[in-house]
């Protein structure tokens, strides 16, 4: 299981709710990257897309106690009240394919069961108000892969992967 993300360099993930930079490069390696697999994500992330509808060609999962099951069905996405039904619902599906997409909460609570977290970084402070957890900073994280810099719409940008030396099972 992974997440994947955008960062700036304070590790900054989003700003009143939003993604603090649009990078085409970074939207279309997400999409290459998770079509056809399984997205986790919170409610707030969900109610971010347009028209707060799922991720098409995906196995949408959403962690809420606040979305209706009957939102869940007419919308097509995978409802769970918490993280024990999350985990029972993940075991499901090749842990490969599984992406937490956020938000910072869910990312908070994913992290120490993640693989691999793939991150692109971008050379630049966005004035976030949500943040990830400092992977290089982690001593039970390491980066692994790391592209060259490339730019993209006014940004130097560079594709990570990092992976958990301490992943914990559910």
Known sequence: ?????????????????????????????????????????????????????????????????????????EDGFVLVRSKSELFCELKKYDSDDVFIIGGAQLYYTMLPYLDRV?????????GADT???????????RLEKESESVEDNGYSIRFCTYVNLNRRLF
């Open 1 to 73: 299981m992974q997440a994947i993300l955008h960062c700036d360099r304070e590790w900054g993930i989003g700003k009143n709710g939003t993604l603090m930079f649009s990078i085409p490069k970074d939207m279309k390696f997400f999409r290459s990257t998770t079509l056809g697999k399984v997205v986790v994500m919170g409610s707030r992330t969900l109610d971010s897309f347009p028209g707060g509808k799922p991720l098409k060609k995906r196995t949408n999962i959403v962690l809420s106690t606040r979305i209706s099951e009957e939102r869940a069905r």
């Open 118 to 126: 793939l991150v692109t970084k971008v050379d630049a402070v966005g």
């Open 131 to 141: 943040f990830f957890h400092d992977l290089d900073s982690d001593p039970d994280w």
